[in-house]
């Protein structure tokens, strides 16, 4: 679907700061929750994937300079739902952590993407680089199997976390598009009208599905 | 000075096992402490610090593959010490958490850029290269003379927090050489007497009290 209007610059700002203030905030979170790691070779794992966070920060908050804007209150208006979806999805053990790591980031991934369709060329490249290589996919599969296949009752206690998250961040997700106007209004033009965001919604639930059988959890 | 002899493998698996889980160590704690920062642009400065940090942990534990070490094996030794520095040296400020990663990591450094000196070329490289770009330098040397000059009380109560870490790390220090022969027949056979260990540790102090000097607080 293509962009029905010159998107708003204030709507690419917007965009560009949420996920640069989710990066940095994705950072700190996993790697205190790299912590919980069974083996040291397991957290260094989770905390690679944290580490690669900083890198995306980085080219985001280049690009809000490139455009003239303050970074900082870029990232401002979206700091209390970020944090807010982080308070009340605080991992309590490894496969939470790792659930969260997979399926939380890849939800977020999803959306941020579809957006990004309805942005410039060079804007929707660079988010769609510092979303491509979280690099956390095949490790998290690998790990969350292995825990379901150690104990079979973790996988309706992981799916009931996975639904969870998502409940999160769909809570968190419509009070930034309740506050966001030139976010919301960029969505709205992109997917054209309500048909379109049942669309919309219906590929970020579809890649969801597909993750968490991917993981071994029911959804 | 130059090697009396050929240093032991065992030795060099040391090394890279301490720094490989100081690094670690130093990544998740250093992301914690950069929640303390006042602005979100201090908090991500500090965040990309403790992200390098991974970099590092990656080529050393390489490197420990390499040598046909197992890297958990070759860091287990060395985690009680290292948690143990942790636990006691916990900033309580921003100011705390700036002086610890510019003072506390550049002590560590210098310590093992030292020992470095008495291993075969690759592997003083490889911890050469892994102790250079640490990129904190400017940032925390502005920042904490900008504390000190916002609150001219911060310098002695800076001062004072410097001088525990000093002493935690060297009470570690002890520690490891206590229960690590190889590592210390290493340094030992580097410097080749105790007059050596004695230009050893001063070199390593004046360049902490540089670094002092550097910051603004007194030694």
Known sequence: ???????????????LGVLAYGELSAFDRMAADARM????ALRAALSEVAALEMGHYRKLVSRLAELGADPQQAMAPFVEAVETFHR??????????????????????????????YVDESTRQLVTEALADSGNAEFA?????????????????????????VGEAITQAQRVAADRDALTTLIMGGVGDLTGIGLLTDRIMGKHTQRMAAIGLSN
Do not use: C, H, N
């Not at 679907?1 to 610059?9: A, E, F, I």
């Not at 309590?92 to 990004?116: H, Q």
């Open 1 to 15: 679907m293509q962009p029905t209007s010159q998107p708003d610059r204030a709507a690419i700002v917007d965009l």
């Open 88 to 117: 009340r999805t605080e991992p309590r053990s490894w496969g939470e952590a790792l659930v969260k790591a997979y399926v939380g980031d890849g939800l977020a991934a999803d959306f941020y993407l579809e957006i990004a369709q």
């Open 141 to 165: 599969i690998r790990e969350v199997r292995a825990l379901i296949a150690a104990d079979p009752t973790a996988a309706s206690r992981l799916s009931l976390w996975a639904r969870r998250l």
């Open 37 to 40: 790691a069974p083996t040291t």
